[in-house]
């Protein structure tokens, strides 16, 4: 069974530093890594999917690699904004004949101070 | 953009009664998923559909849920007897294929069981 964790649960940084997020995953076998944030009370928004074929995406401020071999993937902010305050969430898909449901980590909650 | 809409965004029920929660799916997706966020914890899967049955479901969805997409548009979750730890909330995502697409999440529905 896919486990998926996120380390760390909150992090907190002053507005103008990188943010680094980790995502672990205990089945190698994963296919897509998606990225997603989550405004408090409110939905999730994807930022960046990693395709089974892939090592890395990027969107802007945003780049995410994904390391199967050791279970890793790594979401990097750059230049950090009060803006980018929320819950960030990694979810993993595994390589299935139907369903490809989602697997989710609980998040990490970043705080931008300004 | 594209977006998966879904209605209510919150709803109060008494314990013991049906609710039925609503999703439109982006027009061009073919599988879709029903998903839970208990406050504070992980997001869990629920069931997926597609070709209008279900091709997988979590050992949540038990009798007490359902699911259907009857005219071809409005997918729906229904809950039968409502449990004061069905509090949840409930995100409807779809997805235009299995593998190679990311998945899109609507904005929620926020049920509270009293």
């Known amino acids: 069974k896919q486990e998926v964790t996120q380390i760390p649960a909150a992090l907190s940084v002053p507005e103008g530093e990188n943010l680094v997020l980790n995502c672990s995953f205990t089945?190698?076998?994963?296919?897509?890594l998606q990225w997603f944030r989550q405004d408090p009370g409110k939905g999730l928004t994807s930022l960046l999917l990693?395709?089974?074929?892939?090592r890395e995406q990027t969107s802007g401020r945003l780049n995410a690699s994904l390391d199967k071999s050791s279970g890793r993937s790594t979401l990097y902010i750059a230049a950090s904004q009060p803006g980018d305050s929320a819950t960030y969430l990694c979810?993993?898909?595994?390589?299935?004949?139907?369903?490809?449901?989602?697997?989710f980590g609980g998040g990490t909650r970043v705080l931008v101070k300004p | 953009e594209p977006e998966v809409t879904q209605t209510p965004s919150h709803q109060v029920t008494q314990m013991g009664q049906e609710v039925i929660l609503r999703c439109v799916p982006i027009?061009?997706?073919?599988?879709f998923y029903w998903y839970r966020q208990i406050l504070g914890q992980k997001v869990e899967f629920l069931v997926s559909?597609?070709?209008?049955?279900?091709?997988?479901k979590s050992e949540i969805f038990d009798d007490q849920f359902s699911v259907e997409r009857p005219d071809g548009s409005n997918f729906t979750l229904k809950i039968r007897s409502t449990k004061l730890e069905d509090s949840a909330m409930y995100f409807c995502?779809?997805?235009?294929?299995?593998?190679?697409?990311?998945?899109?999440f609507g904005s929620g529905t926020r049920l509270t069981v009293v």
């Open positions: 990693i395709q089974s074929s892939q």
């Open positions: 979810a993993g898909s595994m390589i299935k004949a139907a369903g490809n449901k989602l697997t």
């Open positions: 027009s061009n997706h073919l599988y």
């Open positions: 995502a779809g997805a235009e294929g299995q593998r190679t697409y990311g998945y899109t």
């Open positions: 089945d190698s076998a994963i296919y897509n």
């Open positions: 559909f597609y070709n209008n049955e279900i091709s997988e």
